[in-house]
C-alpha cells in the first residue's frame, strides 16, 4: 500500500471521506516524513502539536458530517505568509522572533476550510531569489539529484521550501507567492505543479510584502487536479486587500479534464532567447503537439516588448521592495540593535538584520527612486511595463486563449553554482515568467519532461485575467500526455 503522505491531495480527500484512514493518521504520516527528511532543510518551523491538535479536530468534524472541502489535509506554509501563534520571518533575521497576532486571509482560507497546518517552508530572504539560498535558514536542498551524481541541488526559488516539500511528500500540498516566478521557476525545477493566479485574485493581505503590485499568492501541489482544490479555497475577495477582486470564484477542478478542443495557443516567438538549450527547445515543441492532440490550434504569436520585461521587473520590483522594507526599521517590528542615537539604531538594525541580497536591493530600489533618477529609471519602467500589458492585450485580442512557453531556461543547478560572482546570473532565471507579473496575469507551471541528465522540466501556461480555469484544463492535457514526476529515490531518508 502507498504510504499516506504519497497519496496525492485528491486521493487523501477520497480517503478521509470513505474513512480509509483518519486525518490523525494522515498527519502522523507526514510528521514523521518530515522528521526523515530534516536534511532538505524545507521547514523553517515544524508545528507538530498544533497540526495532531488541528487533525484531531477534523477528524470530529469528519464525523459529524460537517467537513470543510479541505477537511484533514496537511497543508504546508510558506513563511511569507502570516500565521497567528507561528514565528513568521521571511527567512530573515530581521524577523526572526517575529510571532504575529494575526493570520493572513489566505491562510485563514484553508483553516476555515478544514486544512491542517503542518508548518512554515523556507524561502529566500523576502522572497528575493531564484534559488533558495538567500534564506537566513541556509539553502533548501532538491530531493532530486542529477542521474550517478550525488550534488545538492536547489529546488528554485524563492518558494523553494514549499517546492521541495510538495515534491518530498513532506506536505500534501503548500502555498507560495509569486511576485516574477516565485512559483512557476521551484516548480518547474521540482517536478511539481505551480500556479499564480491574476493578480487579485487571492488576498495579499497578511502576505510580508516584497513588491505589491507584483505580489500574488498561489499553489505547490503534485498533479493539476490537487492544484485546483487548493486554488479555490485560497482565493476570493477580501476588503481588507483593495486589490483583492470581488469576482466569483469558480470551482476550479470542474475545469480540470474539460475538453480544450478549438482553444488558441500561442507560441511567442520573443520567446526563443540566445542560448536556449536544445532540450528545452525540443520540450517547449512537445508540449505543443501535447495541447494540439487533444484538439487546441497552435498559432505563433509576437510579444515584441519580452525583452524589455526583466530590467524592467528589476527596477519596479525593487522600488517596491525599498519602500516596502523600510518598516524594518527596529522599533515595530523584530530585532533592534541599539545605536547611539535614533539613526545609529536605524542603521545597525538594518545592517545587522538584511542579508547581502535584500540590501542590495534596497540600495538598487532606493537609488531608482530617487530625485534626479526617478524620471530615468522607474517612470520608464512603469511605461515599458504598461507596453508588455498592451503586448499581451493584443493577443488575446486576437483571440488567443493561452500561451505556452518554457517555463524555466534550464533545469536545477547545484547549490552554490550560479549567481555568486554576478547577480544578474541568477536573474535571467526569471526570463520567461516576470512578463506574466508585470502585465497581472495567471500562470502555471506543469511538468513536462526530463532533462538529459534526468531533471524534471516545465512548461508554462500563461492565460488572460480571471480565466485560471482555461490553464487547469490545458494543464491537466499535458499532465495526461507528459505523465506525473514522482521523486521515487527517497535518498535523504536511507
Ligand atoms: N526571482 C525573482 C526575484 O528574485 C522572483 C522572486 C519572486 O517571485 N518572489 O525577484
Redesign the pocket.
Known amino acids: 500500500m502507498t504510504a499516506l503522505n504519497q497519496l496525492t491531495l485528491t486521493q487523501a480527500r477520497e480517503g478521509l471521506a470513505q474513512g480509509e484512514f483518519s486525518a490523525v493518521e494522515l498527519t502522523d504520516s507526514y510528521l514523521g516524513a518530515m522528521e526523515a527528511a530534516r536534511a532538505l532543510n524545507s521547514y523553517t518551523a515544524e508545528t507538530a502539536d498544533k497540526a495532531r491538535d488541528m487533525a484531531a479536530r477534523a477528524d470530529a468534524r469528519i464525523a459529524s458530517g460537517d467537513a470543510g472541502p479541505l477537511e484533514g489535509l496537511p497543508l504546508g506554509v510558506k513563511d511569507m505568509f502570516a500565521t497567528e501563534g507561528v514565528a513568521t520571518t521571511a527567512c530573515s533575521n530581521i524577523l526572526k522572533n517575529f510571532v504575529p497576532t494575526y493570520e493572513s486571509t489566505v491562510t485563514s482560507h484553508l483553516w476555515r476550510d478544514g486544512a491542517v497546518m503542518l508548518g512554515k517552508l523556507g524561502n529566500?530572504e523576502f522572497?528575493?531569489?531564484?534559488s533558495n539560498e538567500s534564506s537566513a535558514f541556509g539553502p533548501v536542498v532538491s530531493p532530486w539529484r542529477r542521474e550517478g551524481d550525488a550534488t545538492p541541488l536547489v529546488p528554485g526559488?524563492?518558494?523553494g521550501g514549499s517546492a521541495a516539500a510538495v515534491a518530498a511528500y513532506l506536505c500534501a500540498a503548500a502555498t507560495g507567492?509569486?511576485?516574477?516566478?516565485?512559483?512557476r521557476?521551484p516548480a518547474a525545477f521540482t517536478g511539481t505543479v505551480g500556479i499564480k493566479p491574476t493578480y487579485g485574485r487571492c488576498s495579499r493581505w497578511g502576505i510580508i510584502a516584497?513588491?505589491s503590485s507584483?505580489?500574488q499568492a498561489g499553489v505547490f501541489a503534485r498533479t493539476v487536479n490537487d492544484a485546483a482544490i487548493l486554488m479555490r479555497s485560497m482565493a476570493g475577495h477580501d476588503p481588507k486587500d483593495s486589490t483583492s477582486v470581488n469576482l466569483r470564484v469558480p470551482d476550479y477542478e470542474d475545469a480540470v479534464g474539460a475538453s480544450v478542443r478549438g482553444k488558441r495557443i500561442g507560441i511567442p516567438r520573443e520567446y526563443r532567447v540566445d542560448g536556449m538549450s536544445q532540450e528545452i527547445c525540443e520540450l517547449w515543441e512537445q508540449g505543443a503537439d501535447m495541447l494540439r492532440d487533444a484538439g487546441a490550434e497552435i498559432v505563433e504569436i509576437s510579444l515584441p516588448h519580452t525583452k524589455y520585461a526583466l530590467p524592467a521587473?528589476?527596477i519596479v520590483?525593487l522600488a517596491e521592495a525599498s519602500s516596502n522594507l523600510a518598516r524594518y526599521d527596529g522599533v515595530r517590528y523584530g530585532e533592534r540593535v541599539p545605536g547611539k542615537d535614533i539613526i545609529d539604531m536605524y542603521e545597525r538594525t538594518r545592517a545587522a538584520g538584511f542579508g547581502p541580497e535584500v540590501r542590495r536591493r534596497i540600495m538598487i530600489g532606493t537609488y531608482v527612486l530617487s530625485a534626479g533618477y526617478y524620471d530615468a529609471y522607474y517612470l520608464k519602467a512603469q511605461k515599458v511595463r504598461t507596453l508588455i500589458k498592451r503586448d499581451f492585450d493584443d493577443v488575446y485580442a486576437q483571440g488567443v486563449d493561452a500561451i505556452l512557453t518554457p517555463t524555466t531556461p534550464s533545469p536545477a543547478f547545484g547549490i552554490g553554482e550560479k549567481g555568486s560572482g554576478d547577480p544578474v546570473e541568477?536573474?535571467l532565471?526569471?526570463v520567461f515568467?516576470?512578463t506574466v507579473?508585470l502585465a497581472g496575469l495567471p500562470a502555471m507551471s506543469v511538468p513536462a519532461g526530463f532533462s538529459s541528465d534526468g531533471l524534471p522540466l516545465g512548461l508554462q501556461l500563461i492565460g488572460r485575467p480571471f480565466q485560471e480555469e482555461t490553464l487547469f484544463s490545458l494543464g491537466q492535457v499535458i499532465e495526461d500526455a507528459a505523465g506525473r514526476f514522482p521523486v521515487e529515490d527517497l535518498w535523504w531518508s536511507k
Open positions: 529566500d522572497a528575493m531569489g531564484s526559488g524563492s518558494s507567492t509569486d511576485t516574477g516566478g516565485s512559483i521557476q516584497y513588491a507584483l505580489d521587473y528589476y520590483a541568477m536573474y532565471q526569471d515568467t516576470v507579473n
